[in-house]
Every structure is written in structure tokens, then in C-alpha cells.
Antibody, heavy 118, light 107 residues
């Protein structure tokens, strides 16, 4: 059974960089797209972007100037960096595996709350 | 970006009811639509992909239909564990976008 687990600081200061890692267990990270999605408290879902195991990426244009995703196949991990954060970036961040052939998350991490505050 | 609207935004229903949620896209997306269920404090769960394909392990009371701009999620007989918020998602064009959600609660 594939499992995903987000990790990283739960508190980030304004203007700093949010860094999260998603560790994949129970299956290989290879040959899949891997996504990041976030959800502010009480609000809907926002797609941040996705990365293939080759390193190819697609980002949401609304965040593109601040987002960097990377993948480490040797560790079965992929990562998200979001720079110059503000309070508007406070949200639960989810990592997900995209179903092969479809950009739909068939396996998700439990989510991690990141608060941007001084 | 493609905008998705969902209706209703919320509904109250009883166990055993047939429930229908609609999702409309601002432009045609073929069948590139998915439906998710989310319960409080939990990650979304994929129910339907490619507009009408049932994800493995999802009960057959869930079904999806539609193509182009208009889509429907139907729960044929609502069960207690189905009270949740439902989101549609399009993946025909980048950026991938989600609908605003439909909350289904107990009447």
C-alpha cells in the first residue's frame, strides 16, 4: 500500500522560504507524477504544481515565480519550496501521487499545517 | 484558467436519499474531470476520474457522468459515512483547478 508523508517546519516567518518534503513508502516514486495541493483553513483546494520523476515540472501560474519542486528518486522523496511567503500562504499542504495517465491524486499524504507568522 | 462552479454549495439530505451534485466548467474539458470526497481534518479521497470511471475500492453507489462543460456526481443511496464535502477537479488544462466544493450534511 502506497503511503505518503509530508514533513517540514510548521511555522515559517514572513518573507522566508517554506520547505516541505514528501516521503513515499510502499511503492516506487519512479514513473509517476507527484503533486502538491494546499488548503487554507475552511477554504477550498488549490493546486500548486506537479513534478515527474524525470524532474519535469508544471506550476500554477499564480505561484510560479515563487515555487520550486524537486525529486530525489534515491530517497523516494519529492520536495516543495515556496519563497517570500506571507500570511496568505498559511494552509494545510498535501502531497499526492497522480494516477497514471491522469492528473488526479489517487494517494494523498495526511497533510501538514504550515503557518506563516512572525 | 478554467473555472469550475458547483451546485448546490451545500445540501441537507437523509440516509437513503439520492443525491446529485453538478459541476460546470467555464470551457470544454472533454472528460478530464475528477470527483473527490473530503471529511473534516482528512485528505481528499478520489472517487471518480475521467468523468465516469470509478476509482478502485469506491462503493458502486457513487457514479459520475458528463463531458464537455457539464458534469454530475450521483450518490444513489446516501450512507452515514457519505456526509462530507465533495470537490470536482479538471485536469484538461494547466493550471489544474478545483471547484469550490459542495457540503453534504444530515437533514
Amino acid at each position: 500500500q502506497v503511503q505518503l508523508q509530508e514533513s517540514g517546519p510548521g511555522l515559517v516567518k514572513p518573507s522566508e522560504t517554506l520547505s516541505l518534503t514528501c516521503t513515499v513508502s510502499g511503492g516506487s516514486i519512479s514513473s509517476y507524477y507527484w503533486s502538491w495541493i494546499r488548503q487554507p483553513a475552511g477554504k477550498g483546494l488549490e493546486w500548486i504544481g506537479r513534478i515527474y520523476t524525470s524532474g519535469s515540472t508544471n506550476y500554477n501560474p499564480s505561484l510560479k515565480s515563487r515555487v520550486t519542486m524537486s525529486v530525489d528518486t534515491s530517497k523516494n522523496q519529492f520536495s516543495l519550496k515556496l519563497s517570500s511567503v506571507t500570511a496568505a500562504d498559511t494552509a494545510v499542504y498535501y502531497c499526492a501521487r497522480d494516477r497514471q495517465g491522469y492528473a488526479t491524486g489517487d494517494y494523498w499524504g495526511q497533510g501538514t499545517l504550515v503557518t506563516v507568522s512572525s | 484558467a478554467i473555472q469550475l462552479t458547483q451546485s448546490p454549495s451545500s445540501l441537507s439530505a437523509s440516509v437513503g436519499d439520492r443525491v446529485t451534485i453538478t459541476c460546470r466548467a467555464s470551457q470544454g474539458i472533454s472528460s478530464a474531470l475528477a470527483w473527490y470526497q473530503q471529511k473534516p481534518g482528512k485528505a481528499p479521497k478520489l472517487l471518480i476520474y475521467d468523468a465516469s470511471s470509478l476509482e478502485s475500492g469506491v462503493p458502486s453507489r457513487f457514479s459520475g457522468s458528463g463531458s464537455g462543460t457539464d458534469f454530475t456526481l450521483t450518490i444513489s443511496s446516501l450512507q452515514p459515512e457519505d456526509f462530507a464535502t465533495y470537490y470536482c477537479q479538471q485536469f484538461n488544462n494547466y493550471p489544474i483547478t478545483f471547484g469550490p466544493g459542495t457540503k453534504v450534511d444530515i437533514k
